[in-house]
């Protein structure tokens, strides 16, 4: 086979890959977790808290958070899990990024999935999984604030 035809027969694959995604989850969310925003850790001189936990499902979130004055300036992650929870973390960064810590206290599962614009019965968990994640960081950070 030459280049150009395994070229073509490998971007027909792909399309056809994404096509079933978006009919699983919808382009949104794949976009999400394809080219997650926030992805990576910050550096250690940046992180004001950084909290991991492991849902039941077995997927790691790991959250890296900069706080200044009770705002989120910055929110990275990184997770081992599946597509819906990359996307789910992604999402999370990008709901709470510039918004003051009272704000993501109160985030909840379903402002996660309404922005993700629904995930599927199955993967609705990445969303508690995102949320205890959070509340959990946000927890550990007030404690060393004392």
Not at 70 to 91: L, M, R, Y
Request: charged residues 35%.
């Amino acid at each position: 086979m030459a280049k150009d035809s395994f070229d073509k027969h490998i971007d027909k694959l792909q399309k056809e890959i994404i096509k079933k995604e978006i009919e699983v989850y919808n382009e949104y969310i794949v976009d999400l977790s394809q080219n997650p925003r926030n992805w990576g850790k910050l550096p250690d001189k940046k992180i004001s808290v950084s909290q991991s936990y492991t849902g039941p499902c077995g997927d790691t979130m790991q959250f890296f958070l900069k706080i200044k004055d009770n705002i989120i300036e910055k929110a990275n992650f990184i997770s081992d899990g599946c597509k819906a929870c990359i996307a789910t973390a992604s999402q999370t960064m990008l709901l709470i990024e510039g918004k003051p810590i009272d704000y993501t206290e109160k985030l909840s599962p379903e402002d996660i999935d309404k922005a993700l614009k629904g995930l599927p019965v199955d993967h609705k968990h990445c969303t508690e999984l995102a949320v205890r994640t959070l509340k959990r960081a946000i927890h550990k950070y007030k404690k060393n604030e004392d």
